[in-house]
């Protein structure tokens, strides 16, 4: 199993920013994809970002050019920057990882809330 402690999460002014990490804990096997997705109140969870081993980065259309993702593979950590945050980004954030050997693991979440 991988354990995942996420933090950064609060509340926030629309245009502010906002920083999401996620530390995962040591692995035997490798960390393939780190990511996000969140869940607002009422709807279904969605994709966000994320980042390969190799450091290629996808980003739902929505976030793309205002959230940036980054990794670091020697400590197991994923970040999340949130810029130019608006209402419709308030939702729990769900940190994730996935390894080939076993598949997806999730974090406990985040609130994450945009009002002004």
């Known amino acids: 199993q991988v354990q995942l402690v996420e933090s950064g999460g609060g509340l926030v002014q629309p245009g502010g920013s906002l920083r999401l990490s996620c530390a995962a804990s040591?692995?035997?096997?490798?960390?393939?994809?780190m990511g996000w997705y969140r869940q607002a109140p009422g709807k279904q969870r969605e994709f966000v970002a994320s980042?390969?081993?190799?450091?290629?980065?996808n980003y739902e259309v929505s976030v793309k050019g205002r959230f940036t993702i980054s990794r670091d593979n020697a400590k197991n950590t994923v970040t999340l920057q949130m810029n130019s945050l608006k209402p419709e980004d308030t939702a729990v954030y769900y940190c994730?990882?996935?390894?080939?050997?076993?598949?997806?693991?999730w974090g406990q979440g985040t609130q994450v809330t945009v009002s002004s």
């Open positions: 994730y990882v996935y390894r080939a050997y076993d598949g997806s693991h």
């Open positions: 040591r692995s035997q096997f490798s960390i393939n994809v």
């Open positions: 980042i390969s081993s190799s450091g290629s980065t």
